[in-house]
């Protein structure tokens, strides 16, 4: 599949620094490409990601999936109005981004060495925890993945597959705030 989200997606608040530089691109489009199917297959369970993949690689791609993909308006079960922003988007926010941004975050706390896991030390610098700031990302990504999940669950004849997944292990994992404090 290709990739919903690249580099342009990693600036403002989810900045990941010199994806100028070919080295941390490499590394950012490494980690899109397996946290990006990761993500998917967990909010939306293998069914719908199946179908998700397929139906994004076909010509023309179905308007249920371009909904996922781009975002739709959708009605509520309060009957009020409420719209999904999508995956993939003008704005540059995304619940995708925020996972893999969260996951860059995680790996850039060590680096492996022959000698094992070890944090680098900076000059003129001092390392901040980055706990606060993942805890942050994952709570701004659960509530884009609350009103995906509401989006799909509202919409449960278009996306029959999700109805199945609902309630599992992994979907609740990406539905559940964290705390920094209790990390």
């Not at 590394?27 to 199946?50: A, H, V, W």
């Not at 999936?65 to 739709?72: N, T």
């Not at 900076?122 to 989006?151: G, H, T």
Request: charged letters at 25%; hydrophobic letters at 35%.
């Amino acid at each position: 599949m290709e990739r919903i989200v690249d580099s342009s997606y990693f600036i403002g608040s989810r900045n990941v620094p010199n994806t100028v530089h070919a080295d941390v691109l490499s590394k950012l489009n490494r980690l899109i490409d397996e946290k990006q199917k990761d993500y998917l297959e967990k909010m939306m369970g293998r069914e719908l990601y199946l179908a998700f993949e397929t139906g994004l690689s076909t010509d023309p791609v179905p308007d249920r999936f371009i909904a996922i993909r781009d975002g739709a308006s959708y009605t509520g079960l309060d009957g009020l109005p409420y719209q999904w922003i999508g995956l993939k988007n003008a704005e540059k926010i995304s619940p995708l981004a925020d996972y893999i941004y969260y996951w860059w975050l995680r790996s850039a706390q060590v680096q492996t060495t022959p000698m094992g896991q070890v944090k680098t030390k900076n000059q003129n610098a001092a390392a901040s925890p980055a706990v606060i700031q993942e805890a942050a990302v994952w709570n701004e990504m659960i509530e884009r993945n609350r009103k995906l999940n509401d989006f799909l669950y509202i919409n449960y004849e278009l996306y029959p597959e999700y109805q199945r997944y609902m309630g599992s292990r992994e979907s609740d994992e990406l539905l559940t705030r964290i705390s920094p404090f209790f990390y």
